[in-house]
């Protein structure tokens, strides 16, 4: 549950007059992300450049809760926000300048964070966490992870995406189609669906298996493909100029019962049978069955629970928001390097990981958007992100 959030989709590439809600739930998606590279480090499960994990069993309970419910719906939220401006985006451009695009804005940050970033944050981890004392370039004679995405996983697979879709335009014959906003019970089906097809896929990859050198999680996939191609449905549709939040305050419900009944039910199966808790992530096995269909129901309810609130709630134009979605990408970007530096910062503070996660989720949420504030006005980095 570790490398996990992305970009394009916080890219902005829309007018922001009208939608800039869209904005501000990648202000609010970041932060979660940043918060959830916090719980992996202090004690949820998952791997992470460094950690420090709890041992007070009711933190575990609260840290897992909050990963496992991020985990099922934040990067499938960020792969429906990126679709839903590729279609005017590829209409706009053209194929190659869209294709030109795409490389530019998102091979760029790849090459940086590989080649860069990655060899300072392990060389942190390396010289303080493991006590290594030696000079960066000594590290780097014996270093062989060049090709390490970490978080940036996502940006491999929406440019990937991106070029599929491409190549599907181009030889596309007829029109889109046009879909109608999709019904509660439609909703509910679509989780179900992906509840299948996960579990299906996770029987040969389960949760937690990635594919290097890229980083994906075959396991999440399914709904990230999905929801992708339901954020081009829902742009060549119209859906943003549909959305009545009032239509779906029953899958609001459905969210919430979820997190609150569904989840504790699921920590229920794991202590009252006591089986492995990798039976969870994958495998033929009735806990992987019942928690792919819990992770996806819940993952495609709060993804329109969210978004129905946002075009609510979120649609007035707000300086100080606007200011942090501008510079969200490069707080993606950059945040393993600011936690990993507060984490290792603390690490001999002798207190349980718990107070350290108290004080290390808000300051690296302040400090890696100040951070990336910073990092947009260096002349030449705001036009690749």
Request: glycine share 6%.
């Amino acid at each position: 549950m570790s490398h996990q959030v992305p970009p394009s989709a916080l890219i902005p590439d829309h007018p922001k007059s009208k939608i800039v809600y869209i904005d501000y739930l990648k202000v609010l998606l970041t932060a979660l992300v940043i918060a959830h590279h916090a719980f992996v480090t202090y004690g949820a499960p998952g791997g992470w450049y460094y950690s420090e994990k709890t041992t007070i069993t009711g933190a575990i309970m609260a840290m897992t809760m909050f990963v496992a419910v991020n985990q099922s719906y934040f990067m499938g939220f960020f792969f429906f926000l990126s679709a839903l401006f590729i279609p005017s985006s590829y209409k706009k451009k053209g194929a190659t300048v869209f294709i030109r695009d795409r490389l530019f804005r998102l091979g760029i940050p790849l090459l940086f964070y590989s080649f860069v970033l990655a060899p300072v944050m392990n060389y942190l981890v390396y010289y303080y966490a493991g006590e290594h004392h030696i000079t960066f370039l000594q590290f780097l004679s014996g270093y062989d992870s060049w090709i390490s995405v970490g978080v940036l996983w996502f940006v491999v697979a929406l440019l990937l995406f991106s070029l599929l879709y491409a190549v599907w335009k181009s030889i596309a014959t007829s029109p889109p189609d046009v879909w109608p906003m999709p019904a509660v019970k439609n909703i509910l089906r679509l989780g179900a669906a992906l509840a299948v097809v996960s579990f299906i896929v996770r029987l040969s990859f389960p949760v937690g298996w990635v594919l290097d050198p890229v980083g994906f999680q075959l396991g999440h996939f399914p709904q990230y493909i999905a929801v992708f191609m339901v954020g081009i449905a829902a742009a060549e549709s119209k859906w943003l100029d549909q959305l009545n939040s009032g239509q779906y305050k029953k899958i609001k419900t459905i969210a919430l019962c979820m997190i609150f009944i569904g989840f504790p039910m699921v920590y229920a199966i794991k202590m009252i049978f006591d089986n492995p808790l990798e039976w969870f992530s994958g495998g033929l096995h009735g806990e992987a069955a019942f928690y792919a269909f819990w992770e996806q129901i819940t993952g495609v309810c709060i993804m329109v629970a969210l978004f129905a609130y946002g075009k609510e709630h979120l649609n007035t134009p707000n300086a100080l928001l606007s200011r942090m979605s501008r510079c969200a990408f490069a707080v993606y970007i950059l945040h393993p390097f600011v936690l990993i530096s507060l984490s290792l910062l603390l690490r001999s503070w002798d207190v349980d990981p718990v107070v350290k996660l108290l004080i290390v989720t808000p300051l690296g949420v302040i400090f890696s958007f100040l951070l990336g504030d910073f990092v947009i006005r260096i002349p030449g980095v705001n036009k690749v992100i």
